[in-house]
Structures are given as C-alpha cells and as structure tokens.
C-alpha cells in the first residue's frame, strides 16, 4: 500500500526515544541462547530483522519470550540446541543470516537458512571463506555466495584471519565460531567497526585481548554466563529524526538515550563538521554507552567523507545524502563501495530516488557527489524494501513541495516501526 506524505513548512519540536539498537539487540538474542541460565533483555527493538533472529533460535529448542520491550531467554546452553525440523527463515536481516552461520557452523547437526529476495542477493562467501578455513561445511548457491545455505555442523579450528572488507558481521560471524573452535583465533580489521560482539562477549563473562596493532584474540572452548542486556537506543535511527530536525525550520528535538559507542557515531562528526546546531549530554555508562541528544533547524554546508569514518556511519549514508542536498556547496562521500551490497544496492537506489525530487547527486563507483543546496519536489518514490530507502523518502518529504509517495512503507518496520507516526508526532 503506497503511503502518501505532503507538509507545509513543517517544524518539528518534542522528544522521543528511539527504539533499540538493530546491531545489540540481534545480539542479545544469539548471547542469551548461547549461553546457560536466563537471560534478561530490556529495551529490546522489535522490528522485523531482530523478530526473525528470536524465530530462528525458536525454532533451534530456544524458550524465549517477548513481553513488550522486554525479552526473557532460557537457555540451556548452546549444547542443548535441536537441529531445527524447518528452514531459518532469516528474513530481511544480514545480520541475522551472516553471524547465525558463525554460531550454525560449529554446532552437531545439520541446518538450512535462507531469507528474502535481498537476502538471496548478499555476498555470504565473505562469511563462508573463513569458516571454510576454521573447518565448516556450508553448502549454498554459487558454492556457498547465495542462500539458502545448507549448513552441517562439525568441529571447528581457530585460525588467524585479516579481514579483506571493513565488516562488522564478518568480524562476529568469526568471533562467535572461534568461541567453539579449537585454539586461540587472531583477526585483524583494515578499519575498526563496530564492537558490539566483542563488548557483549565480554559482558557474558568470555576474555578476549585486544592488541595494541588492533588485531583480536580470543581462545576457543570459552562457555558464556547469562546475562542481563541494557539496550539503547539506535543511532542509526535516531539519524532519521535528527535529519528531520536539521533540515526544517525552527525544530528542536530531544532524543533520549542514543547509543553512544564511537564505533557508530560518525553520523555526529559529519553533522558538526556540516555545520549542526546540536547538545550531546553522555549518560552514565553500563556495558554500552548512551547519550542524550537535542538537535535543532541548521544552516548546513557541504563537506567530504571517506576513509575510517565510513564504517562508523555506514547505515546513515542514505540520509546523509539527503541533507547534503539541502547544504550548501558539494558533500562527497567516497569508500562506501559497501553500500553497493546493502539491503539494495544503496548508491544506485540513493541517486536514483533523490534525482526524482530534484536533487543535483551524481554516483560514483564508491559512492556520491551531491551540490546543494537544492528545492526537492514531491515524488514517486521506491523503497526497494530497504529500510533506509523509506524513511529517508519520509524525511525528504518534509522538505519536499508537493506530495511523495511511498511505494512500500512497510519496509520501514525492519528496524523502525512507527518511524512516520513517531516522526508526525513531532509536527506542530
Ligand atoms: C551490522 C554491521 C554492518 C551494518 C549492518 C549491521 C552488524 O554491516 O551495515 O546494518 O550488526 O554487525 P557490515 O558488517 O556488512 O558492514
């Protein structure tokens, strides 16, 4: 059902809480049903990816219940898992699908995972090249690049890995088959990403060094304690909101406890350097940080982006896109070739959608080069069943004369459900 939006000069002012972060609530669920004893989750997301992840260990003999944000696992320990009778459907979720095959590879049984139609596009060999190295039998489309994946589990070896892509799910897919594996894993990262696995393995009670050249290591044969996981809010949706805010006229908007981990916040460095009107007020910290953050309406200018600070903002690019069409001067975003393999291919649909509103953007082979600032007009618009796709043509529409339409919003519901009642609630 396509989702018509149309505003008139609207100016945003209020406070929300963003839901859950994407990345650590994933997390708690695999954490929590590796582990033996009862796990507690509060502030879990309840979008659609994170759902898919609490249906696949479900389906592995897992006892977990949702009670509103709030998330009770009772485990056995990853020992006791069944070999499932049906596929693991993963869904829309990369991460889902990308580290289950870390955890699926050294276990005793056979399991078969397979998700959607962008799912069935995503490069999986990144993950299965070192698993194969570590020991792992995984079968798949285009020897093991595509789902489904047929996975047979079997005693895994430690290994020593230098990553070739900047990739958090890679980095954790190893991580969490070399908790099982036989000897110390060494893994080395081109650029640091994010480190949700490595601060909730040692939140679950597992040691893991980190060297002074950045590589990981972490020895085999380790068995997690339960745990209870404190979730914040996520900064790549609360990106959304302060997109929102910056490039309308006379917002303020508080959101409350953002996640603050400086492997994630790059989406704050670019908008300072832009040029931002924005109060960041650190929380007190408990496993992973959190911030509170007041945004308000900003006369932005154009900047470059590339290099480390791309993993950090990796998720944002999207929206940072759209402001940069409203900044004056050229924003160019370089070494984001990843985002090629995204949901959908994130540079193609970006360009391809701002274009329609009028936005002067131009692709790149790893990346884009967008002039501002630039008056946006209502629009068709496709979301590719990306997420990110739907709310940055939401956004957008704030700024946009005319009306936009958005083909499936209901992809939106991935990561941030209610994201355009929330954002309307703000409206004066
Ligand atoms: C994620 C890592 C990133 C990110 C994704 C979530 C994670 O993917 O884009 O949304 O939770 O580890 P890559 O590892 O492919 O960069």
């Known amino acids: 059902m396509t989702l018509t939006l149309s505003y008139s000069n609207p100016s945003l002012k209020g406070t929300i809480q963003v839901p ?14 590796m582990a033996a004893g009862t796990t507690t989750v509060e502030g879990f997301l309840l979008g659609d990816d994170c759902l898919s992840t609490i249906s696949c260990f479900r389906k592995l003999g897992v006892d977990i219940e949702l009670t509103g944000k709030s998330v009770t696992i009772k485990s056995a ?9 049906e596929v693991l459907d993963t869904g829309n979720s990369g991460t889902t699908t990308r580290l289950m095959l870390g955890l699926l590879a050294g276990t005793s049984f056979h399991s078969v995972m397979a998700g959607d139609e962008s799912i069935a596009k995503r490069p999986m060999k990144r993950i299965i090249n070192p698993l194969r190295e570590m020991g792992a039998d995984i079968r798949g489309r285009q020897d093991g690049q595509y789902t489904p994946l047929a996975i047979q589990g079997t005693k895994l070896q430690a290994i020593n890995y230098t990553l070739p892509v900047a990739s958090a799910q890679v980095k954790s897919a190893i991580l969490l088959a070399a908790l099982k594996a036989e000897g110390k894993t060494v893994i080395t990262e081109p650029v640091p990403t994010r480190d949700h696995t490595e601060i909730m393995l040692e939140h ?6 980190k060297r002074n050249d950045g590589a990981i290591e972490l020895e085999g044969g380790q068995k997690l304690k339960a745990a209870h996981v404190q979730v914040p809010g996520d900064i790549s949706s609360a ?5 929102a805010a910056l490039i309308t006229e006379q917002s303020e908007v508080l959101l409350t406890n953002v996640g603050s981990n400086p492997t994630r916040t790059g989406i704050l460095d670019v908008i300072k350097q832009m040029g931002a009107d924005v109060d960041w007020t650190e929380r007190a910290v408990e496993g992973e940080p959190s911030a509170d953050l007041t945004i308000r309406s900003s006369k932005l200018k154009g900047i470059e982006i590339g290099g480390e600070l791309i993993p950090r903002l990796i998720d944002e690019i999207p929206l940072i896109a759209l402001i940069a069409t409203q900044a004056h001067g050229t924003t160019i975003i370089k070494d984001a070739e990843e985002l090629r393999v995204k949901e959908t291919d994130r540079i193609a649909a970006v360009v391809a959608e ?11 082979d790893d990346g884009m080069v967008i002039n501002g600032p630039t008056a946006l007009n209502g629009a068709d618009m496709k979301t590719y069943g990306d997420h990110r796709l739907g709310m940055m043509a939401a956004v957008a529409a704030l700024a946009a004369e005319g009306e ?9 519901a991935v990561s941030f459900p209610n994201f355009v009642e929330q954002m309307n609630s703000l409206i004066n």
Do not use: Y
Request: proline share 4%; charged share 20%; net charge negative.
């Open 404 to 412: 936009v339409h958005i083909d499936d919003p209901d992809c939106i």
């Open 20 to 33: 859950g972060d994407k990345s650590i609530s994933h997390r708690a669920i695999m954490f929590g049903s």
């Open 239 to 243: 990106a959304f909101m302060i997109g």
């Open 354 to 364: 701002l274009s329609k509103m009028g936005a002067d953007i131009t692709a790149t």
């Open 204 to 209: 679950f009670g597992a040691t893991l060094t």
């Open 77 to 85: 320990g990853e020992e006791s898992w069944q070999e499932p009778s």
